[in-house]
């Protein structure tokens, strides 16, 4: 009885390891790669449309972008209505597809041209099919004299986001403020699980609101600089410790900008994973393609299949 639980035990253990080293990550959308820095996609519930940030070179720049999805091909991307000389990053898309939240600098109204400092911003509209209204500021008590970044929701709306502020544990740290039915409560920051002195940032949700998926910067456990981690929550609704996702996905380089695909269970996110190695070319064209390709230590978004809710 013992030797057959000890066989059980493992092939269970080698079919987790080959599972672990045959996830693929990939390129998410080819039709991207051509750009420099690409980063935050977020994907409509029905899979027809998605949204990301466009960078400039040295990321001085940001613009949001959007892609539309006919007879299974994608379209080139075009910028929002609202680009203007002002930073636009981070979008995410309610569930219901009528708001998209983004962060912005830019002013609160048009008697001033100076960029303030970041705020979670919303456009709507009453569907797919009608244009996207002007630049709402979500206001307080959510948005603060301090930078907020990354907003995502769960399906009861209830908001999690970046807030760069003093009150904090550390630099960013990860805050969630509750839907009332009317409007955003006081945000919350989230437990020490979650939290440190250190980097916490870039935070995804799911839609039960039961695991987070989150970047923590050059921690003892991570594989170099910012790694992803899921922590999921306890009997009680508490936090528990995160889990680092692994060296599939994580790397030496910065990974980002989570995005969870729960549907189709497959997990979306930035990366500046870099493959560039020195090497012999034949010509001009060679090179070109050798060092424009994904993993250039650019931002590229990527895709693996795994499922999470487990």
């Known amino acids: 009885m013992k030797k057959t639980q000890i066989i059980t035990f493992f092939l269970a253990i080698t079919s987790l390891i080959n599972a672990q080293q045959e996830q693929t990550i990939e390129i998410a959308f080819p039709i991207l790669n051509q750009y420099t820095n690409i980063r935050d996609i977020n994907i409509a519930t029905d899979g027809s449309e998605a949204y990301f940030t466009i960078q400039s070179p040295a990321g001085e720049l940001s613009q949001i972008a959007y892609i539309k999805k006919t007879n299974n ?7 929002l209505s609202c680009s203007d000389q ?11 597809q009528k708001r998209l939240y983004f ?16 705020d979670i911003w919303y456009l709507e509209r009453q569907n797919k099919k009608n244009p996207w209204s002007e630049p709402i500021n979500l206001g307080s008590p959510v948005n603060t004299t301090q930078n907020e970044f990354y907003p995502t929701l769960a399906d009861n709306n209830n908001l999690y986001f970046t807030l760069d502020s003093p009150s904090g544990l550390g630099k960013d740290d990860i805050y969630y403020s509750k839907w009332n039915g009317t409007a955003y409560e006081t945000p919350e920051l989230l437990n020490q699980n979650i939290n440190s002195s250190g980097y916490e ?19 003892p456990d991570g594989f170099g600089s910012g790694d992803l981690y899921i922590a999921r929550k306890d009997n009680q609704g508490q936090w528990q410790t995160p889990t680092n996702l692994g060296k599939n996905i994580n790397t030496k380089y910065m990974e980002y900008c989570p995005f969870y695909d729960q549907a189709n269970q497959t997990l979306y996110f930035t990366s500046k994973r870099n493959n560039i190695t020195p090497k012999q070319f034949k010509n001009f064209k060679e090179y070109q393609q050798y060092i424009l390709q994904s993993h250039n230590g650019l931002s590229k978004i990527y895709k693996t299949k795994t499922n999470l809710t487990e």
Do not use: G, M
């Open 103 to 118: 962060v912005s600098d830019r002013p609160l109204n048009k008697t001033t041209t100076e960029k303030k400092d970041f």
């Open 73 to 79: 091909n994608w379209s080139e991307p075009q910028l």
């Open 86 to 96: 002002y930073n636009y990053l981070e979008p995410f898309l309610s569930s219901d």
């Open 201 to 219: 940032f870039n935070a995804f949700i799911s839609k039960n609101e039961d695991f987070l998926i989150y970047t923590k910067y050059n921690t």
